[in-house]
């Protein structure tokens, strides 16, 4: 289709939603033009020379069930290899040191992993329809994971465990995170909590993620833009007009914005984006946490540890162990109580496990200070679910937003962001094709 604009979609951002949402409408035949600010494609991914080798800065693991990253490891041939097993376990429990075995500590979450996931099938039968138990789902959605914790007859060791486990897993304070997301997350790993935490930080891929990105950026085919920050995105009857920080305007006949939620105000969009979806701009994500690679001196054996919520760091792995070093990643629920990218402070926190151990170089980027995402990995909050997702997945005319942030199944992951920019892609189609007249955005606006 051809029209009078500059393209006929503009994709804000070349993170895995843009790439896709690109890709598809490319091969539906229409112009399209990403904008990225970044000096590079990847978003929250990032592959970069640290440390002396390729290390996953942001998103990192992927699984079979996951199926849209699936598909798309297998369209393009690339691989996964598995990280160490953990063969120690350390943990954190009443301010003591433990430490046992990785099956110690594993047998220690096991009571409250299953607790706090045994609701997971019923609240969400069909994942990848998240809203399908309707009624029902305000009063769990209400909930925070930890209140639901609390709500479990947990010894004190135990629940420490458990609610570092969680802190990680929403990279922000239990506090903050949405029970029904976690529901969400397990349900889509068929209601094992085990095969959840195994799609979460086992498998990676061969290559980077970097491979990924540029074979799918490639197979798109579209022109894709880099250091092109957007301010804003304005809307008529007659298109769309998207500026940048250099003032440049270009126009389209529908934009593809992928930002994040906790940046999504950054744009300014006129008309204004509906109150629903400003308000969950507003209320933010639960992941405000830190994600750290450490060179560690010595070889350790693999370990696993964790620490409670309140801890700077609560989950820490080994990822590679040879010529006399332990390269482990580690993660913290708040970004505000460490700077990953001070060897010292990171050093302390460690040592919480290993008393002894003796950092010598670490590598950080700090996603939440970042103005171009503001969150690590998407979690809703209690109350987002029911809340925010509907309104936040609805058209606004010829503005549709697409991300992880905005999934139905896997939200928080690659997979949530690839299965969000097909959608988009489709929807856009739809949007270009079967309406002659767009209707204006205004009559779609009101929450
Ligand atoms: C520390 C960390 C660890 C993670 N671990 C995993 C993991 O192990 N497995 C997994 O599957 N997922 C993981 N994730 C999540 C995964 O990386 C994300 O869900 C996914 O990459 C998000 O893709 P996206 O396209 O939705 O958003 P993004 O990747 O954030 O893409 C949005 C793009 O928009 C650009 N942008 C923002 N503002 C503007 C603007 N004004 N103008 C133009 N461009 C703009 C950004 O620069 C970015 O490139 C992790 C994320 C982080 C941060």
Not at 86 to 99: A, L, N, Y
């Amino acid at each position: 289709m051809s029209t009078p604009h500059d393209t006929d979609v503009i994709v804000v951002g070349a993170g895995f939603a843009g790439v896709t949402a690109a890709r598809e409408l490319h091969r539906q035949g229409h112009r399209v033009l990403v904008l990225e600010a970044r000096d590079r494609i990847g978003g929250r991914t990032w592959t970069d020379t640290r440390l002396g080798r390729d290390l996953e800065m942001g998103g990192t693991w992927v699984h079979w069930v996951q199926p849209h990253t699936w598909a798309e490891l297998t369209r393009y041939g690339i691989g996964v290899t598995p990280s160490p097993t953990p063969v120690r376990g350390h943990w954190i429990s009443g301010g003591t040191r433990h430490t046992g075995t990785a099956e110690d500590l594993l047998g220690l979450i096991d009571r409250g992993m299953a607790g706090s996931t045994a609701e997971a099938l019923e609240y969400f039968p069909q994942p990848y329809r998240p809203l399908l138990a309707g009624d029902r789902l305000p009063e769990v959605d209400g909930l925070t994971v930890r209140e639901k914790l609390e709500q479990l007859d947990l010894g004190p060791e135990e629940f420490d465990a458990v609610e570092g486990m969680w802190a990680t897993n929403f990279s922000g304070r239990t506090e903050d995170g949405g029970y029904a997301q976690g529901l969400r997350w397990c349900a889509l790993a068929g209601g094992s909590w085990q095969l959840m935490f195994e799609a979460c930080a086992t498998y990676k891929v061969v290559g980077g993620t970097r491979g990924l990105i540029e074979a799918m950026a490639a197979d798109a085919g579209v022109e894709v833009r880099l250091d092109a920050r957007v301010t804003a995105v304005a809307q008529d009857d007659g298109g769309a007009t998207v500026t940048l920080t250099d003032g440049t305007a270009l126009t389209a006949a529908s934009v593809v914005v992928t930002l994040p939620l906790d940046v999504l105000d950054s744009v300014t969009f006129d008309p204004p984006l509906s109150e629903g979806k400003r308000r969950a701009a507003h209320q933010g994500q639960a992941s405000q946490g830190v994600k750290v690679w450490a060179r560690l001196r010595g070889e350790h054996e693999p370990f696993v540890a964790l620490a409670p919520g309140s801890a700077p760091l609560t989950l820490c792995q080994v990822e590679h162990v040879g010529d006399g070093e332990t390269l482990v990643v580690a993660f913290g629920p708040v970004s505000e109580r460490l700077d990953g990218t001070d060897r010292a402070a990171v050093q302390e926190a460690l040592r919480a496990w290993l008393p002894d151990v003796e950092v010598l170089e670490v590598a950080s980027h700090d996603w939440v200070a970042d103005e171009l995402s503001g969150e690590t990995w998407p979690m809703q909050r209690a109350g987002q679910l029911t809340g925010a997702l509907a309104e936040l997945q609805r058209p606004e005319g010829r503005v549709v937003l697409a991300g992880s942030d905005y999934a139905d199944g896997w939200a928080g992951f690659i997979d949530g962001a690839i299965e969000s920019g097909l959608r988009a892609g489709r929807v856009v189609h739809e949007l270009l094709t079967s309406v002659e007249e767009l209707p204006a955005p205004t009559a779609l606006t009101r929450s």
